[in-house]
């Protein structure tokens, strides 16, 4: 009967010796020292910031935004007069908090 009944290990048991196991691993890594630094071994560079210093990249990029905003501004219209009256006679009452 003794040997039928031989102890056997349980998730119990088992997961204190894991939990053991895992404590004590973590007395074995090195002390951080602050300020902690990563070692860079090669520089970056990029051409991005040179390209928005020259003119001719700016000019471009304020063009495009100019023929945005005029492009927009030509096709809007007018939404009517019902819709202004609306709108204006109660106007304050959109900025309430």
């Avoid at 204190?16 to 895992?22: I, L």
């Avoid at 300020?35 to 928005?52: A, C, I, K, N």
Wanted: glycine residues 2%.
């Amino acid at each position: 009967m003794i040997e039928i009944m031989a102890t056997r290990p349980t998730y119990t048991t088992f997961a204190v010796a894991m939990s053991a196991a895992m404590l004590t691993a973590q007395f074995q890594y090195p002390v951080r020292e602050d300020p902690y630094e990563v070692q860079q071994e090669r520089g970056t560079h990029s051409d991005f910031m040179e390209s928005l210093s020259s003119p001719i990249a700016s000019d471009y990029f304020a063009q495009q935004v100019v023929e945005i905003y005029n492009s927009f501004a030509q096709r809007q219209e007018r939404l009517g007069a019902e819709f202004e009256a609306a709108i204006f006679s109660d106007l304050e009452s959109l900025y309430e908090a």
